[in-house]
């Protein structure tokens, strides 16, 4: 590649880098608010190794256009203190979010660390939680379908109702058609003899 390329290769390296460290911060600041912390801690992890993966193919670029080396040795310094920062956040963020809950705790402990008894207490601590989850949704589900259905229903039966008495009204239109063409026969009849 000439130098150019390599210029372009190393700016493009360097906007996806910088782009990957902001999302590892945006991500590492909205784990506290996040439904799901762990999976954030997990999400800011691999972001990370994304942005390691990007210093490596940097540090290649850099191999091959030597040029270029003395001006980017001091942005690779604070790129990898930055990245040696937000792994430090990510470890305190994730220490935080254990201490709130143990059942995290226990979660984010490696499952080969743990003896057959410590995972199965796990797996039935999780699978109690879960269920009651499930429980809570389903309630939640039931007390909001409830009154939608009687609702619903009332509303079925006033639409049968209007529906019955427009089907009546309708016959007795038909009814009164009826009458009328036989009347206005017999009015046709009667003036023809005249």
């Avoid at 036989?182 to 003036?191: P, T």
Wanted: glycine share 2%.
């Amino acid at each position: 590649q000439n130098e150019s390329d390599c210029m372009e290769d190393l700016q493009d390296l360097e906007e996806q880098l910088q782009t990957a460290i902001s999302k590892v911060q945006d991500g590492i600041s909205g784990i506290h608010k996040s439904s799901d912390p762990q999976a954030q801690v997990e999400c800011g992890k691999e972001r990370l190794s994304r942005c390691k993966i990007l210093i490596k193919s940097i540090k290649q670029e850099l191999r091959e256009n030597t040029g270029q080396s003395a001006a980017y040795k001091k942005k690779l310094e604070t790129w990898r203190q930055t990245l040696d920062h937000l792994q430090e956040q990510l470890s305190q963020a994730k220490e935080k979010i254990a201490a709130k809950n143990p059942d995290i705790a226990i979660d984010m402990k490696k499952m080969e660390n743990m003896t057959t008894d410590e995972a199965l207490q796990n797996g039935e601590r999780i699978q109690k939680k879960d269920i009651a989850k499930l429980e809570h949704i389903v309630d939640i589900l039931v007390n909001q379908t409830t009154p939608i259905a009687r609702e619903t229903a009332e509303k079925l039966h006033e639409n049968t109702e209007k529906m019955r008495r427009t089907d009546e009204q309708l016959d007795e239109v038909q009814s009164n058609l009826t009458r009328a063409r036989k009347q206005l026969a017999a009015f046709v009849r009667r003036s023809s003899r005249w």
